[in-house]
């Protein structure tokens, strides 16, 4: 499958999480794909190809540190942010060698993923053509 040039993917069991992170990510003019499960991750993962994948660590099926891991090997080349609630799975992330762009605390302030968004420049912002 061909990269999609606007698609981040959002992995995250907690819907609400989810759908805020795809607001913010729309509200920049990208497109986003959800998953809940890491199964589902890696699914959509391979039907989209992203650009930027958001993981959350602790999630049903695969969890997000075998999802990154898999992703990873396929295409090394992607980012791939960590989130996770659970601070012991943060600090096991940080020490993991999955290529990982960041690990993040859940939930990521929308200021600090629009920063790591714009540091992995992952997209480009829209001109101000004011006239």
């Known amino acids: ?21 795809a607001d913010f990510i ?6 986003c794909v959800c998953a809940r499960t890491g199964k589902q991750a890696l ?5 989209h190809r992203p650009i930027l994948v958001l ?6 099926c695969i969890d ?3 999802v990154a891991r898999q992703i990873h090997e396929e295409a090394p080349e992607i980012p791939i942010v960590l989130m996770s609630g659970f601070p012991i799975a943060v600090e096991e992330a940080n020490h993991a060698d999955l290529g990982i762009a960041a690990v993040v605390d859940k939930p990521i302030p929308l200021k600090a993923l629009g920063r790591i968004i714009d ?7 829209p001109s101000n053509e004011n006239g």
Request: aromatic letters at 4%; a negative charge.
């Open 1 to 21: 499958m061909q990269k999609d040039t606007s698609n981040i993917l959002i992995a995250d069991d907690n819907a609400t999480l989810a759908a805020t992170l």
């Open 26 to 31: 729309r509200s920049k003019g990208m497109g």
């Open 43 to 47: 699914a959509q993962f391979r039907l």
């Open 119 to 125: 540091e992995l420049r992952v997209y480009d912002p």
């Open 64 to 66: 997000g540190v075998e």
């Open 55 to 60: 993981l959350d660590i602790k999630m049903p």
